[in-house]
């Protein structure tokens, strides 16, 4: 069975704030793929990224920054100088090599950046 | 290009109703799934199809809810007899390979369906 923990339900910021969002995975397989999504106010779902389980790689894009370990078997997201639009909810989700399309979501983190 | 697209964006019904959610893929993607988001929550998993072939029902709740994509393109989700626990917000997604366990998933922007 598949797994991911979100654990921090809520975050609050200041603009200009460096924050981590923390995501926490399980599976059995070996093979699997690891996602973020942003959900902001609108209420759509927006893709971020997709990371597979063997490339440990960190990803690094404008002021969004990802950190995977397979040792914790954690997948956690960094968010440089923090805007106030990057206030959303923002959701890990996992799919691995016999879930078959059937992507795991965390129960999502709520991040509020003040001006 | 279009993103996926749903329709309606709000449904409102009363219990018993039945109601039809609908969602146009990506142009060219051959994958598409529903999920079901209740509030605070991420999204669950209901169904997928690759093409119009049914892949993989297990999310489905119960027997009122059923999803179809005849011509492999637009998809509907039927829930019969709705009940007030339906209430949520009901997510498509499409993907564009049959690799569907690697495949990246797009999603519109959802039916937030309530039922009195």
């Known amino acids: 069975a598949q797994k991911v923990t979100q654990a921090q339900t809520e975050i609050s910021v200041v603009e200009k704030e460096d924050v981590t969002l923390d995501c926490v995975y399980e599976t059995r397989d070996t093979t699997y793929y690891l996602f973020w999504y942003k959900q902001p106010p609108s209420g759509e779902l927006v893709f971020l990224i997709r990371r597979n389980s063997f490339d440990e790689q960190n990803e690094i894009s404008g002021r969004y920054s990802w950190n995977f370990q397979k040792s914790t078997s954690s997948f956690n997201f960094t968010i440089t100088a923090s805007q106030v639009v990057d206030s959303a909810v923002y959701f890990c989700a996992l799919n691995s090599g016999t879930s078959y399309g059937k992507l795991t979501f965390g129960q999502g983190t709520i991040l509020t950046v003040h001006p | 290009g279009a993103g996926v697209s749903q329709s309606p964006r709000y449904k409102v019904t009363k219990r018993g109703q039945d109601v039809a959610l609908r969602c146009d893929p990506i142009?060219?993607?051959?994958?598409l799934y529903w999920y079901r988001q209740a509030l605070g929550q991420g999204p669950e998993f209901l169904t997928y199809f690759n093409y119009e072939a049914q892949q993989d029902k297990s999310g489905l709740p119960n027997d009122r809810f059923s999803a179809e994509r005849p011509e492999g393109s637009i998809s509907t989700l039927t829930i019969q007899r709705t009940e007030q626990r339906d209430s949520a917000m009901y997510r498509c997604a499409s993907s564009s390979t049959l690799t569907t366990s690697t495949d990246t998933q797009y999603f519109g922007p959802g039916t937030r369906l309530t039922v009195l």
């Open positions: 142009s060219g993607h051959v994958s």
